[in-house]
């Protein structure tokens, strides 16, 4: 079964310093996508930066960006010069050819000034 | 900006009620989606449909059922709404090719009593 874990339930960071949030994924399909998305408290979740595996170029959307791992199946998200704003549950996400999304449990991020 | 509107932010309803949960997306996307949400276990898809009267199960379809009559309103119901159906319900929406970003309601929190 395909999968995406996640294995940092929390993680915290101060303001202005760097953070990287795990992502491990189980596939045996060569063509897919991955995502992070972005849900503050009590507000709508929002793609944060999106990979296509072919792609051996890693994404990066400003302070966003990501080292993906096509061997190691690894999707990593590092946030640099991190804000208040930054505070949220991130979710990784896995798009195969089978069409359905599947996110991982999730990480908790707090940012303390 | 995409806008998907859920009906209700929060809910309570009684065990064995019959309960609708409605999403309307204003970009004319194909694509809709309904998801629970729950803590440690991330989102669950429950059902998709990829254009007017059609639609797909998801990963845990049991308990729920959907309409798509219109393009712009994808509809959850709980035919008989039982306690370990309280969750976070969040839809989104997404353009014609499912590797695009989903775009997400704020989410329902229903209650089942």
């Known amino acids: 079964a395909q999968t995406v874990t996640q294995s940092q339930p929390e993680m915290s960071v101060q303001e202005a310093e760097t953070v990287t949030l795990s992502c491990t994924y189980d596939?045996?399909?060569?063509?897919?996508?991955l995502f992070w998305y972005k849900q503050p408290p009590s507000r709508q979740m929002i793609l944060v930066i999106r990979?296509?595996?072919?792609?051996?170029q890693n994404a990066t959307e400003n302070r966003f960006s990501v080292n993906f791992q096509k061997a190691a199946k690894s999707f990593s998200l590092k946030i640099s010069d991190s804000q208040l704003g930054d505070a949220a549950m991130y979710f990784c996400?896995?798009?195969?050819?089978?069409?359905?999304?599947?996110f991982g449990t999730g990480t908790r991020l707090q940012v303390f000034p | 900006d995409v806008k998907v509107t859920q009906s209700s932010r929060y809910l309570v309803k009684r065990t064995g009620e019959k309960v609708f949960l409605e999403c309307v997306q204003d970009?004319?996307?194909?694509?809709m989606f309904w998801y629970r949400q729950d803590p440690g276990l991330g989102l669950r898809l429950i059902y998709f449909?990829?254009?007017?009267?059609?639609?797909e199960k998801g990963d845990i379809p049991e308990g729920y059922s959907v309409s798509r009559e219109k393009k712009e309103r994808f509809s959850l119901i709980l035919e008989s709404a039982s306690t370990n159906q309280t969750s976070m319900y969040l839809c989104?929406?997404?353009?014609?090719?499912?590797?695009?970003?989903?775009?997400f309601g704020d989410g329902t929190r229903l209650s089942i009593l």
């Open positions: 996400a896995y798009l195969p050819n089978t069409d359905k999304l599947i």
């Open positions: 596939t045996s399909e060569s063509d897919y996508y």
């Open positions: 449909s990829y254009d007017v009267k059609m639609k």
């Open positions: 990979q296509e595996a072919y792609k051996q």
């Open positions: 970009m004319d996307h194909e694509n």
């Open positions: 989104a929406s997404s353009s014609g090719t499912l590797d695009q970003p989903q775009h």
